[in-house]
């Protein structure tokens, strides 16, 4: 089965990127692509995404060097959802945590994976 | 670390959510949630969103029975997104398939895993 690749920006022009790690399939990071986002990844093969607070092009790891490789796209059912499978370089989380989701709910706590 | 839980709904009053199988971490769906969402979903264990076409509170599985019982809930460092970690109840996907990400993008084609 084929169909023809036909993303659907929002209302914003974005699409929600969810960024996994290929080693291990844990979610590292969730972000919004434009198509000029989505262009420059497909280009690059490193992640790019859209700043939704600085409305702008973002290349994730310009400043702290570490990017994201991409190694495969998957597209969802409707076409306005990608997860990137990637090689990260270094922690993804602007914190130094290997992932964004470094932390879990309890009650109204956050407490630390592995805490 | 503990930290207080605060989500951080966007303009529109939502957050990304993204749904993962506990058994292999593959990612299931991406949706949105907005306080009520969140609240119904803790309360009862089952995922809940938001849906953005219909405007309306959505217990995924409803219909389909194809429910998904939320196991943890991870969130990211500016806690705008959550990752649920599920027991999925069947298919996720409208299609039939397990996950709603079964295609993976192959140019401009879009192939569906496995093929």
């Known amino acids: 089965m084929s169909d023809k690749f036909e993303p659907k920006f929002d ?3 974005l699409l929600t990127a969810v960024v996994v790690d290929v080693s291990d399939n844990s979610v590292r990071m969730v972000a919004f692509m434009d198509r000029e986002a989505l262009e420059r990844t497909r280009e690059t093969g490193l992640a790019h995404f859209h700043s939704r607070s600085r409305g702008a ?3 994730k790891g310009e400043t702290s060097g570490n990017t994201l490789a991409v190694e495969e796209i998957l597209v969802d059912c409707d076409q306005d959802a990608v997860v990137l499978r990637c ?4 922690p993804t989380c602007h914190t130094g ?3 964004c989701f ?3 709910l309890e009650g109204d706590r956050l407490v630390a ?3």
């Open 113 to 115: 994976q592995g805490d």
């Open 11 to 13: 209302a914003a022009g």
């Open 97 to 99: 945590a290997e992932s």
């Open 102 to 104: 470094y932390r879990r």
């Open 87 to 90: 090689t990260p370089r270094g």
């Open 57 to 59: 092009l973002w290349l």
